[in-house]
């Protein structure tokens, strides 16, 4: 909840600091003041009003305060449905996906530029002759090439890495933990899961992975922002084959 602050003018005394001396201060003549007409006439109206403030201070927040888009007769009913227990007017596996779809064509259009500069950054980068393109947009580049086993989708690996933004910002490496990364092949974004499925053991490439088989438009956490594409560092230690 945001504080309201109310700014006093000391009027008096801005009076006395422009009196020159010797001279009698003025009195500063009052303006009148309009009484609004206030709808709160019981503690439960001022509640009321409260708990409208919070649910719209939590929608500016996640993006969802725009008036143009916010129809209130619908937004009224649904709360009015809620709150007196009746029926709403769709499920709630469609509600979500209504809401999931929304909230990330919001993002979509906010992460924009981010998501331009890695497409130009990659279609710039395909052109060089050591960089390799998949179908799905994933480029890499084989720095070193392993004699050993390759991983499937359903195997566990073992690898160092690490990982950094379009600008250089390391945002992740497993020499930060002195231990090596051990994870399911099918349990990691999907560049990943591609990508190690062409290294052999002992291997070194470099990912450049694009926003929609990285982490999206949503990002993850602080360190990677939506819509930014990944380059890794990734040297394939062992791979743990599923009994």
Excluded: H
Excluded at 52 to 72: H, P, Q, R
Excluded at 111 to 128: H, M, Y
Excluded at 134 to 150: D, F, H, P
């Amino acid at each position: 909840m945001k504080k309201i602050v109310f700014v006093v003018i000391l009027t008096g005394a801005i009076s006395m600091l422009n009196a020159q001396p010797g001279k009698p201060v003025p009195k500063p003549i009052p303006k009148p003041v309009a009484k609004p007409v206030s709808i709160l006439k019981t503690n439960a109206d001022s509640v009321s009003y409260v708990l409208g403030e919070v649910v719209a201070f939590a929608m500016t927040e996640k993006g969802l305060g725009d008036v143009k888009i916010v129809n209130s007769t619908a937004f009224m009913r649904a709360i009015s449905d809620v709150l007196g227990k009746k029926p709403t007017l769709m499920d709630d596996v469609t509600a979500n996906s209504l809401l999931n779809i929304y909230m990330t064509k919001l993002q979509s259009d906010k992460v924009k530029p981010a998501i331009e500069e890695g497409k130009k950054f990659l279609a710039k980068n395909k052109l060089r002759d050591s960089v390799k393109t998949t179908v799905s947009g994933l480029q890499y580049q084989v720095l070193v090439e392993g004699q050993g086993i390759k991983p499937t989708a359903v195997d566990t690996f073992v690898c160092n890495y690490r990982g950094t933004t379009l600008d250089g910002t390391e945002f992740d490496a497993s020499a930060n933990r002195g231990t090596p990364l051990i994870m399911a092949v099918n349990q990691v974004i999907p560049g990943w899961t591609e990508g190690l499925q062409l290294m052999p053991v002992g291997s070194k490439y470099k990912f450049w992975i694009p926003y929609n088989i990285g982490y999206g438009v949503m990002g993850n956490g602080p360190k990677i922002p939506g819509g930014a594409m990944l380059i890794f560092d990734v040297e394939l230690l062992d791979v743990k084959k599923k009994q």
